[in-house]
T-cell receptor
């Protein structure tokens, strides 16, 4: 596609529900990143994939957060038993290489947990 | 641990005036530094980056930034603001010796308002 696509654009969940957020990176991009952006804050790193391998998940805040990229393209970020503090914008970014390539960000999924 | 501090969460300038957005970083290793811009309902876009070499880097839309190691700063400037520059700006850092250059540490952001 022309850019990084994220869906849904908005998600409202009741506390305790599970949610799944999808990211379609730019075709052919090797690297994929997930970030969490709380209201009024800068994005914070969650996890990084190189192709299908999850090379860094040091930013995932708890074991309720899980990310996968099984075929090295589309990625899903899953949050189990959502809590109010999970409310944030979740950003996905991709780049064409493993070096200092330009990151292309999606518009994000705004998650609100009630 | 590395950190990025942006001085001023809101900056307001008049159209045609100088834009100066401040960024300081804290790191024990050489940094790679970035400025990103975020327009409403759009993804973050890279304005410019410093990796190695020339410390004054030029980016898109007339923006530039200067890496000053002695001051641990990477301030963003533009000589003459346009209305279209109104957006939120993020300074970001990554470890030059890291395994993933996309693993960025962001500042908290500065919202730029441009008055007619």
């Amino acid at each position: 596609g022309a850019g990084v696509s994220q869906s849904p654009r908005y998600k409202v969940a009741k506390r305790g529900q599970d949610v799944a957020l999808r990211c379609d990176p730019i075709s052919g991009h090797v690297s994929l990143f997930w970030y969490q952006q709380a209201l009024g804050q800068g994005p914070e790193f969650l996890t990084y994939f190189q192709n299908e391998a999850q090379l860094d998940k040091s930013g995932l805040p708890s074991d309720r957060f899980f990310a996968e990229r099984p075929e090295g393209s589309v990625s899903t970020l899953k949050i189990q038993r959502t809590q109010q503090e999970d409310s944030a914008v979740y950003l996905c970014a991709s780049s064409s290489g493993t070096g200092l390539g330009k990151l292309f960000f999606g518009s994000g999924t705004q998650l609100s947990v009630l | 641990a590395q950190s990025v501090t942006q001085l001023g969460s809101h900056v307001s300038v008049s159209e045609g005036a100088l834009v100066l957005l401040r960024c300081n970083y804290s790191s024990s290793v050489p940094p790679y530094l970035f400025w990103y811009v975020q327009y409403p309902n759009q993804g973050l876009q890279l304005l410019l980056k410093y990796t190695t070499g020339a410390t004054l880097v030029k980016g898109i839309n007339g923006f530039e930034a200067e890496f000053k190691k002695s001051e641990t700063s990477f301030h963003l400037t533009k000589p003459s603001a346009h209305m279209s520059d109104a957006a939120e700006y993020f300074c970001a850092y990554t470890n030059a010796g890291g395994t993933s250059y996309g693993k960025l540490t962001f500042g908290q952001g500065t919202i730029l308002t441009v008055h007619p």
